[in-house]
């Protein structure tokens, strides 16, 4: 085989400066959108991480698995179809043997629903409608 020659060399040279361009344009400007059926970090939301927080709910309950073990994961409890937000209240409202009730006023409890509303409409945990893409990545369905 012949020995490249100067402008083999200058043509693959600059063929992949092109494609870094390229890739990198496409890299920095596609699957960054914010999921569609996501509803906006409310203010009323973050008062509700806070006082999320605040009564220590991740001591018992898990948001997207992570948490503790004794109460069910919160991630989905708005957003799923048999749970709800009536349901939720009921349990914060007036607690059961094993969950305390926290006492907390009206404002709180408003801003702990819009919380577990917020995350319910921005993730599925766990993750039932998923597939895999033939680039080797996840994508999510939502079913609305
Ligand atoms: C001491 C542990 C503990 C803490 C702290 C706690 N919970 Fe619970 N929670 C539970 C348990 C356990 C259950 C399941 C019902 C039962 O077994 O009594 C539950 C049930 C629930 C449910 C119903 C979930 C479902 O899918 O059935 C919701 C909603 C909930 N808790 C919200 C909260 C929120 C919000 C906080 C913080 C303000 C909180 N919990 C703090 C233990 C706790």
């Not at 083999?8 to 999921?35: A, D, M, N, Q």
């Amino acid at each position: 085989m012949e020995p490249m020659n100067k402008v083999h060399k200058r043509w693959i040279f600059w063929s992949l400066i092109l494609s870094f361009f390229i890739y990198s344009f496409v890299v920095y400007t596609s699957g960054t959108e914010f999921p569609k059926n996501s509803k906006q970090f409310t203010s009323e939301a973050k008062l509700g991480k806070d006082t999320f927080q605040k009564y220590n709910c991740i001591s018992c309950h898990q948001i997207f698995g992570l948490g503790g073990y004794m109460g069910p994961d919160l991630t989905n409890v708005i957003s799923d179809e048999h749970r709800g937000e009536n349901y939720a209240k009921a349990f914060l409202l007036t607690g059961t043997e094993r969950m305390p009730n926290f006492q907390m006023s009206d404002t709180e409890l408003g801003a702990i629903i819009a919380y577990l509303k917020y995350i319910g409409n921005t993730v599925e945990y766990p993750v039932k409608n998923s597939t895999t893409t033939w680039y080797g990545t996840i994508e999510t369905k939502s079913d609305e």
